[in-house]
């Protein structure tokens, strides 16, 4: 199909530094290329353009309240719900 053969169809649709719903919002430069890989990819289910993101984390588990003892993989996958947000 032309339009998904269209070269620029990946950047319009899931490069966050080109959508500007998110640019008009957001310092979208100051994110790392992980958060603007994640929030290219929510932005694009939230608006119908892929189905859905699935994000597989380990599930590593913590048992105290101590933000500074909670595991790394833990606190990325709260960034990835605050991207998701």
């Not at 620029?8 to 603007?36: H, M």
């Not at 933000?67 to 606190?75: G, I, S, Y």
Request: aromatic share 8%; glycine share 8%; proline share 6%.
């Amino acid at each position: 199909n032309q339009v998904v053969a269209d070269p620029t169809f990946a950047p319009k649709n899931f490069d966050p530094t080109q959508i500007a719903a998110l640019t008009s919002k957001l310092a979208v430069g100051s994110l790392t290329a992980e958060q603007q890989c994640l929030l290219g990819s929510f932005y694009a289910s939230a608006v119908g353009t892929c189905g859905a993101v699935l994000v597989e984390q380990n599930g590593n588990d913590y048992h105290d309240n101590d933000p500074k003892t909670v595991a790394p993989v833990d606190v990325e996958a709260g960034m990835f719900l605050a991207l998701f947000l």
